[in-house]
């Protein structure tokens, strides 16, 4: 609104000082990962050619500097953050993260146990703005909502369940995660004259195609 940037100290420059100020630096930092970090390269690179300005150090912002193992690469660093997003590891852990923002973690005494505590004006309901008569009480609360935001509403009350990852081995094994699988198959499979309208993984690893009102069990399949 005020028609220019703000202090070049204050942007997102650098994954490696953003990081540090969110998990060590700065207590009032609690930015977390937009969507972009997983499928946008684009907004880490300045490609309107803005001028950011210029730190105190003498500084010029303009790209966002990246970690060392995405070699200077924006496309790179996205590949990496999405595999690792859709990982083995993510799914398993995935439930304690939900626990922390929208569930029985987010605020109360398992909350003050997880280190997982905030400025009052941070949770929903606490205050009602519309109530308060002070004007500037009213502009001070309002101006904190404003530019440090709120929680989300507590969805869950009881720890969320953990996420099921029992087909992650077959399914890295399908053609979408490699491209050699899309090679035809050295003996001759059953042909099936009816339109494949669902794929389904079996718990013991195997894998089903149904079409129609027939199931076929690949051969090849675990489960087969």
Known sequence: PGGHFDLADRLFYSIKDAWRSASEVNTCDVRELIPEFYFLPDFLVNTNKFHFGRKQNGEYIDKVELPPWAKGCPQEFIRVNREALESD????NLHHWIDLIFGHKQRGPEAV????????YFYEGYIDVTSLTDPLRK??????????????KQIFTKSHPIRHTSYS????????????NLRPPARHEKKISAEVTQIVFTDSGGILFVAGKKALVPPSSPGG
């Open 89 to 92: 590891y993510v799914s398993r």
């Open 113 to 120: 146990k997880a280190n997982n505590t905030f400025h009052c």
């Open 139 to 152: 502009s001070a609360v309002k101006g904190f909502i404003n530019n440090f935001g709120q929680a989300p």
């Open 169 to 180: 081995d077959l399914v890295r094994d399908t053609f979408h995660y490699n491209v050699m």
